[in-house]
């Protein structure tokens, strides 16, 4: 993992830029890309500027931190994340988590775009993450373990914080929009998953799949920052139906589900916990 000296100079500098402490970051996938635009007072600032932050290259997503009001309430936003099919090491993709804990941050809502893996769900929903599944080896906490940011063995059980998914189901409840809750898999990517992946994800328990969050969800669960994941169902996930898997699908189901999406963060923000 990267070490605690590069992480406190990157929340150094973001914080020289915006002298309040966000208690809640966001980190934007490809359903919300254009949420930051609902912030007033905004301050962005490229990742370019900041020290040990990468380029964010997936379509659809910008590389900036955006900083404001949402609803009287502080934020800061990750707009664009870095995923390992960009080329990025799972320590590279964690690493804005933790300058988020350095800088005094204490709740991190983590969204994405997923495939639909259970067939009770479909294409347009919102999913809840309760726990995921993650196969290959690799983790942002391989390697020598800096005990300032976290324990050795930290423990998973509560990784997606019992707390804020109570939260969300209210909220999701008191406005009427239908939330499901599920086990999100990860794969690598950039390839979607074949068919008889999705069939053994499914056997193993999940029932969304997709190609980031994890490493930010075991970095936070690492540093002690609590978690709520939500995925956007953009598509039935290979070889559920008959036709092949688009990226123009998925981007266009963001579209979408943008409203809901952000109308559900938003007020899950409003009513989190300072
Ligand atoms: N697989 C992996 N990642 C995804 C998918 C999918 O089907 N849809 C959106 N992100």
Redesign the pocket.
């Known amino acids: 993992m990267l070490p605690y000296s590069k992480v406190s100079e990157s929340a150094k500098y973001i914080l020289s830029k915006i002298k309040v402490i966000p208690p809640t970051a966001v980190i934007l996938g490809s359903g919300l890309a254009g949420f930051h635009e609902r912030v007033d007072d905004r301050i962005e600032i490229p990742y370019s500027d900041i020290p040990g932050f990468g380029e964010a290259t997936a379509i659809g997503h910008s590389s900036k931190l955006v900083f404001g009001k949402l609803k009287n309430r502080y934020v800061i936003m990750m707009c664009g994340r870095f995923h390992c099919y960009e080329g990025y090491s799972m320590e590279q993709s964690a690493f804005p988590v933790y300058v988020f804990k350095e800088m005094g941050v204490k709740n991190l809502i983590i969204t994405n775009?997923?495939?639909c893996i259970n067939t009770e769900f479909g294409a347009g929903e919102l999913m809840l993450i309760s726990d995921h599944i993650k196969l290959v080896a690799d983790s942002p906490l391989r390697g020598p373990n800096d005990d300032k940011l976290g324990p050795r063995f930290n423990d998973m059980t509560y990784a997606y914080t019992p707390r804020l998914r109570e939260l969300a189901k209210e909220v999701a409840y008191g406005v009427g929009m239908p939330l499901r809750e599920g086990v999100y898999a990860y794969?690598p990517?950039p390839s979607?998953?074949t068919p008889a992946e999705i069939r053994a994800l499914e056997i193993l328990g999940a029932d969304a799949?997709?190609?980031s969050t994890v490493a930010e969800v075991i970095a936070a669960s690492h540093c002690g920052l609590d978690v709520l994941g939500i995925s956007l169902l953009?598509?039935m996930?290979?070889g559920i139906l008959d036709k092949p898997?688009s990226a123009e699908e998925?981007i266009q189901a963001g579209k979408n589900a943008a409203e809901d999406f952000a109308k559900l963060v938003t007020a899950v923000i409003e009513r989190i916990e300072v």
């Open positions: 775009a997923a495939g794969m990517g979607y998953e799949v997709g190609m953009t598509n996930a290979a898997l998925v």
